[in-house]
């Protein structure tokens, strides 16, 4: 599908629901003018909602390759957008070393033969080849802010100059989405050239919604009793509070053992797939006889 058929809004929350992730009005606004305007979408919020879910989804439903830069500290230049294959121009010397006494043709070594493209340049090319793709930059924060400032003229222009090849640029923008868990700041500058969108955790009647979009065989009343705890526990200032992955993990970890509701001990039994800190698990089994009263489940749990 190409996104010029997304022609409204509704299109957009259409295509993202018939591929089960369940969005709401904002977030489909800014996936629509991001589309439109043909500008980076820029997500933000606390790991674990389904902002890298979002491109994933997006390039499924208008049936693009999706290309994925997963960003950590010290990612440079060469790992992002190209580099030589070293090993590969060696070998040719040596075989033009050989043969030279038969004749005077040298192989150029800087060539496109003798690259390596990394997610960027992969990018930029497939789009010069008319291939629609969906780059994603998943956590950005989690990168330098020396490569941060790279990233600037790459969307700015989408164009990338290469030494020995010379300019090489994208026929048309792909579609981009920056993801960041805000564990910093990202600069303002690169913000500006992006539209913008904070997902948070989802309320209940949405996080239901979405335990019955991602498992369909869910029972609806293990998906309300789950989603009320979670709901619960996100009041609380814990180190880590449990995204929708950790809803969607602990739903199929109960199913898994073949529970349709909750009780005391299996709580305490899969408290694993809920937190991934000690303090975390701790205090939360302290907590479990008042948490469990603020999820009203006191009456109807086993």
Known sequence: MNH???????????????????????????LFLALKMEKPLFLEGQAGVGKT???????????????????????????????????????????????????????????PD??????LLEAIQSSSRDEDVVLLIDELDRSDEEFEA???????????????????????????ILTSNRTREIHDALKR????????YPTFEKEVDILSARIKEVDQHLASQVCRVMQAIRTQDYLKKPGVAETLDWTLALMALSKNSLDDQTVADTV?????????????QAEWPELKETARLVHGMC
């Open 4 to 30: 010029d058929q997304l022609s409204t809004i509704e299109d957009v929350l259409a295509l993202m629901r018939r591929r089960d992730y369940i969005c709401d009005r904002k977030m489909a606004t800014a």
């Open 53 to 111: 879910e979002v491109a994933k989804v997006l390039a499924a439903g208008l049936g693009r390759r999706l290309i994925r830069l997963q960003c950590y500290e010290g990612l440079d230049v060469s790992t992002a957008l190209y580099e030589w294959n070293y090993s590969k121009q060696l070998l040719r010397i040596k075989l033009d070393e050989a043969r030279l006494c038969r004749d005077n043709e040298l192989t150029n070594i800087f060539s």
């Open 114 to 119: 003798f690259l390596i493209k990394r997610p």
């Open 150 to 176: 790279f990233l600037l003229e790459i969307l700015s222009d989408f164009q990338v100059t290469i030494p020995e090849l010379g300019t090489l640029r994208a026929a048309r923008r792909p579609v981009v």
């Open 193 to 200: 050239r992006c539209i913008y969108h904070w997902i948070d």
């Open 272 to 284: 694993g797939c809920i937190f991934k800190y000690q303090e975390d698990i701790v205090r939360f």
